[in-house]
């Protein structure tokens, strides 16, 4: 067993199993004392070894029928009571409570209402789809039309790009003009 809660699980599981085959709990009232008292050591020392005997293991079941039902009457209590209070602060007058606890309501599981929920959809496809859409889409790409850029040379830069006024009478040297032209030669021949 991994755990004493386990062990306890499965004492009481198997002794609900004998009754439903028929195997009645062969106690009389000390025996059911005493086994709730050895239960009750047991569960204090975590003894797995005491939960072995068919009056124990029945304890084990009752308390765990009756410790799961109040568990869950507790949850369910405890839900209500915080819904309520929510409910309260949602009419209480302050705007800044006011908004919080509607907010809170919101996002109560059982109301639900502003919950953040993504939504994503798996198209599953077979590897041969998958590789043949590859191959479609790199002959695609490999087929493209390529656009040749002309390039502009310094003399129709400024009407190129619009430029009028002051900058219009910026002289560029000698140097840089050459590079330019060398430039826009090495793109033109490039492109034939």
């Known amino acids: 067993m991994s755990s004493f809660a386990d062990a306890l699980t499965v004492a009481a599981n198997t002794q609900s199993l004998i009754e439903q085959l028929g195997g009645p709990p062969e106690m009389t009232p000390e025996d059911a004392q005493a086994a ?11 003894n797995v070894r005491a939960l072995n005997t068919a009056p124990v293991a029945f304890a084990a079941r009752e308390f765990i029928r009756v410790y799961s039902a109040r568990l869950a009457a507790d949850i369910s209590d405890v839900r209500t009571s915080i819904t309520n209070k929510l409910l309260e602060l949602a009419n209480c007058g302050d705007p800044r409570f006011e ?3 509607l907010e809170l309501l919101g996002k109560h599981s ?9 939504e994503v959809t798996v198209n599953y496809k077979s590897s041969s789809d998958l590789e043949e859409a590859i191959k479609e889409r790199v002959k695609r790409l490999l087929n493209a039309d390529v656009v ?3 390039p502009i040379t310094p003399e129709h830069l400024d009407e190129e790009l619009g430029v009028s006024g002051e900058y219009a009478d910026i002289v560029v040297s000698k140097e840089v003009a050459s590079r330019a032209d060398e430039f826009a030669a090495s793109l033109s021949g490039a492109n034939t």
């Not at 059982?110 to 993504?118: G, N, P, Y």
């Open 36 to 46: 709730a008292a050895t239960l009750q050591a047991a569960l204090k020392t975590q």
């Open 99 to 101: 908004l919080k606890a």
């Open 110 to 118: 059982d109301i639900a209402l502003f919950t953040e929920r993504s």
């Open 148 to 150: 040749d850029v002309t």
